[in-house]
DNA sequence: GCAGATCTGTTATACTATAACAGCTTTGCT
DNA sequence: AGCAAAGCTGTTATAGTATAACAGATCTGC
């Protein structure tokens, strides 16, 4: 397993390299990457965090790329669909997804001390929340997967 | 494990077993059970699906017992806070515990094609999350498991 | 019976998200 | 190139979810 996040590293090639694997894989799928899309993608990239639909609209406002809500939830909805971003469910924000163009089953973990959100990639189909939907005779068609709790560092400042 | 949700059974006993269930905890812990508390327990209870906050504030304020949000927040903060319901966060609404005192990790599973949710329980700390957590030094404080999927019911009535 | 803690009632407001419709741009086809 | 269909953008309006803050009531322990 990976869990990038909760350490420092390049951030211009995380972005750059972000961007390219998303734009490769709307060439191959005939996606449209337009300059809103993009623009949001790297704006997530950026700040390498977990930020709300209006965070990335007033970004987005002051760039003149576009002033409503439904212009930021668009690019959003564009971006989770695809898998170039993920919607953080426990805090209702968006952050970009840690490996494009992968295929997985994205788990998160959300430090509640220095709020950064690390991104876990789990194989599908085989945890025990699959062998319960089996057992049940459900089929699961999308998993939410989140841990709140506190990071190496931050709990390192806080407990003893 | 247990699926309770997505197969008819007696709701009587689950309603007054819930509210018992839940009135010894609080007796043993020191917590009130007040009446809108308990009320909306029973709400969560009789209806026996997620119901948002604002469905639950109409009923308080349909019985005189609360007209305004946080009466509705307040008593859903109680009862999640103590394990007495759930948040599922991919619904933004609320669902009583099927399993009221017990320990245990809850993960739930959404189909959208009843809207039904059934609640499994997933022994703690035992799971790939937990693991993933465990490498990159991270304390899980509280997890979130849902999946969205389909029933075996409604699965049998949409595809072949 | 008093002090502190907890719960309730209420107002106001903040935050999150989508419906609906008009107009523009791109794409695929001939 | 010219056209139609599909998809994207801009905008207005509104729906849905949640909490801050403060006053007053009630309960609890001493």
Do not use: W
Not at 66 to 79: C, E, T
Not at 130 to 147: H, M
């Amino acid at each position: 397993m990976s869990a990038i996040g909760f350490h420092p590293h390049n951030h211009d090639s995380c972005i750059k390299t972000g961007v390219s694997a998303a734009a490769k894989t709307c060439t191959a799928q005939g996606l449209q990457l337009t300059e809103v899309r993009r623009r949001v993608l790297e704006i997530l990239l950026e700040r390498h965090r977990a930020l709300g639909a209006y965070d990335i609209l007033e970004v987005l406002r002051s760039e003149g790329l576009g002033s409503q809500p439904p212009v930021a939830y668009r690019a959003l909805d564009f971006l989770t669909k695809h898998g170039f971003a993920h919607k953080i469910e426990r805090l209702n924000k968006f952050i970009a997804c840690s490996d494009i163009g992968g295929d997985h089953t994205p788990a998160f973990l959300i430090c509640t001390g220095c709020n950064q959100v690390a991104e876990a990639h789990l194989e599908a189909g085989t945890g025990r929340l699959s062998k319960a939907a089996a057992a049940a005779g459900f089929t699961i068609e999308r998993a939410v997967l989140e841990a709140e709790g506190l990071c190496e560092t931050c709990r390192g400042q806080t407990a003893a």
